[in-house]
């Protein structure tokens, strides 16, 4: 297949994951605040943390209000984590590749690209943010089940799953890492009950809550959860799921060689480490250390498949 | 309530589907249509309207700003019909026309005896802008250069049908052609089972067949790919719905590669691989920096050496635009005379070449009544029509027609026939033209009808796309007709 469809199908089951997991945190989140007591309540800025991009909302936005960072994940354009640039970015590529993906594949995005342009000011409301976001969380699921089931399985498959789980590895890291550090003040007895509640919402972050106690059959604790969402092979959101998923694809491509040494070195990385056993501080650095392969595996993927960048011409292509 | 037939006004033209001007129109079918009542064909027109954008069936108009990059294409759900018997008739004639250009273009770039016989002018040859000298001596397989023409019919107010025009360097529209067909049977798919309109989708197929029947290496399976300029294009839609139906790579010029042994090859996750056969929907000049313009970073350096190597084929063939002239559109009647020693089939629009002392004074007394065209133009622009020009208009085209007689025809300005079209909640005339696609290679096959374009603007000639014009399913009906009510 050729390079460049590599890039673009690649690039759009990226863009499909990232709208679905933003719409994820921002629903999680919103219910999250419901939850716990408002003196205490973290706020919105913790969304804006996970994405890492603080920079660009201070740049347009005087504070993390409600508001201002719902409008950021979901309709601004300027900031390429948000559902509506996601959409964008995937429709173009998708686009592009119109010849290669089946047919309902593309008439499913549009229509929820259009749905998601149209149906905005409802989702701007807080009374229809949730029915928004669970529609956009559907659109993608759907779209990851047509392509399943009705895409040939052969290479542009394989850059499809490269596509999807590592932005998936990636969105999974910075959750974990946002949602178990910034959350609660540390050790404050009278806070304990939240605690509880705090990991829930990170498990439902990833609609991970009840695999988790199918899978634990023990009450949602730091420890078991971390563990949960870093090693547990079954669960498809987890990190060393996703790692395992872009193992498999990378093996059945040619040219595999250096591809795979940087897999292999983050699966060691994940396997080696107990994650229930870092202080908050070590769990940081472990996690940084996790996106640094994440994001040398993506180089790698690039430099091995993909076309050498356009000197001249215009780029069509939506990049990070 | 029904709808009033009484009050649709169609005097003086030819209408496809109401019966007037003494011809038999499909009886049934309006008899159908009034059935339905207009609430409900308003309603379908909008669950049409709804699918073509959820299909994502665009296209692009350049002049818009912003969001213009892929407009929803506009269709109407009334179908246009034609009789299988006019049709069998209008298909030999198209493949006899295009026959003859082939033969045409060939000669062109060999002998040009069609030129020593004094059939054809040297002096329009001379001045042609889509005659390419990097094309003197090749031989392309099978002989043929425009292996995908598509050519505009009009019918007139007496009901003649006439060619138009001829497109023979990369003509669209029949992916349009194809989606039409699509919606049509989904909103109207009970019309559709009682008319039994002959069957369209094989288009691709017979497309990657004439292709396939290019290559250089027959005894494998052929790589077909199909060449775009990218997604910025107005046609990608085309291009790349044409992919996916054949199967083929879309590939840009960035994904192919020309190397030292002259071969054709696209960049893919394995390395490099073969190209056969390139359906090209590049303009000559921007195919290879090499041959043509040095700055154009769309096509692929070398792309030419490989094609005159015949190391790979290209459709349509470098040079084929050289029939897309207007003055050789007039010749057409005598090209295919010589060449074929056979009557045309069809006619062309009676036609005026103003490089004709007669006809430039015929011209330049009568211009209040012809439409004058510029020898190479397309998409409607550069031409004048007589009965819609001002004075001034006339003064500034006959300035240019006498500066340079060779770059223009004129033509009596047709009556367009019409079909019923839904404008707000009610059945108008709208004119219409038709373009049929031809494919040439090994064997000849032409599309079971073809685009229907039309006018949406009341009283408005100009059908193209990108002024606008709209579209219509096109029915080829077995005989008989209905029994007429």
Known sequence: ?320 | MSIDWNAYPSEGFYDELVAGNGHRAIAGLLADLEALGPEELVARQEAADVSIKEMGITFTVYSEEGGAIDRTWPFDIIPRIIAQSEWERVDAGLRQRVQALNLFIDDLYHDQKVIKDGVFPAEVLAKSVNFRPQCVGVDPPLGIWAHICGSDLVRDADGTLYVLEDNLRVPSGVSYMLENRLVTKRVLPELFEHYAPLPVDDYPSELFDTLAALSPRPADYPAVVVLTPGIYNSAYFEHSYLAQQMGCELVEGRDLFVDKDDCVYMRTVDGLARVDVVYRRIDDLFLDPEAFLPDSALGVPGLMRAWKAGNVALANAPGAGVADDKVVYAFVPELIRYYLDADPIIPNVPTYRCMEPDALAYTLENMERLVVKPANESGGYGMLVGPASTKAEREHFAELIKKDPRNYISQPALKLSTVPTIIGKKLEPRHVDLRPFILSADRQQVTMGGLTRVAMRKGSLVVNSSQGGGSKDTWIVPEPPQAEE
């Not at chain 1, 259009?114 to 943010?129: Q, S, V």
């Not at chain 1, 392509?147 to 399985?153: E, I, K």
């Not at chain 1, 009278?190 to 988790?212: D, G, H």
């Open chain 1, 1 to 320: 297949m050729l390079s460049r469809v590599a890039e673009n199908i690649y690039w759009m089951a990226r863009y499909v994951e990232r709208a679905e997991n933003t719409a994820r945190i921002v629903t999680v989140n919103a219910n999250l605040l419901l939850d716990l007591p408002k003196g205490i309540a973290p706020g919105w800025r913790p969304l804006v943390d996970i994405t890492g991009a603080n920079a660009l909302f201070e740049e347009h936005y005087k504070d993390y209000s409600e508001r201002n960072v719902v409008r950021f994940f979901i309709a601004d354009e300027r900031n390429t984590g948000s559902i509506a640039s996601a959409l964008i970015a995937a429709r173009e590529n998708c686009r592009t590749i119109r010849d290669f993906v089946p047919r309902e594949v593309w008439e499913l995005l549009n229509e929820i690209y259009l749905f998601a342009r149209e149906d905005l000011p409802k989702g701007m409301t807080k009374g229809g943010r949730h029915a928004y976001l669970k529609r956009v969380i559907q659109g993608a699921q759907n779209i990851n089940g047509l392509l399943s089931g009705t895409m040939l399985h052969d290479q542009g498959y394989d850059f499809l799953h490269l596509g999807r789980f590592l932005e998936r590895a990636d969105m999974t890291t910075r959750i974990i890492d946002v949602r178990s550090a910034n959350l609660l003040p540390e050790e404050t007895t009278e806070l304990r009950p939240f605690e509880t509640i705090q990991w829930v919402s990170v498990l439902k972050s990833m609609t991970a809550y009840q695999a988790y106690r199918r899978s634990e059959q023990i009450r949602v604790l730091r420890g078991p959860v971390l563990r949960f969402l870093f090693q547990n092979g079954s669960f498809p959101r987890s990190v060393v799921h996703c790692i395992e998923a872009l193992r498999a694809s990378l093996s059945k491509l040619p040219r595999n060689e250096s591809a795979l040494r940087v897999a292999g070195r983050l699966k060691r990385n994940l396997e080696g480490t107990e994650p229930r056993r870092l202080n908050q501080q070590q769990l940081h650095a472990f996690i940084d250390d996790l996106q640094v392969g994440i994001g040398e595996l993506h180089e790698e993927l690039a430099r091995t498949w993909f076309p050498p960048p356009p000197e001249t011409q215009t780029q069509s292509q939506t990049q990070d």
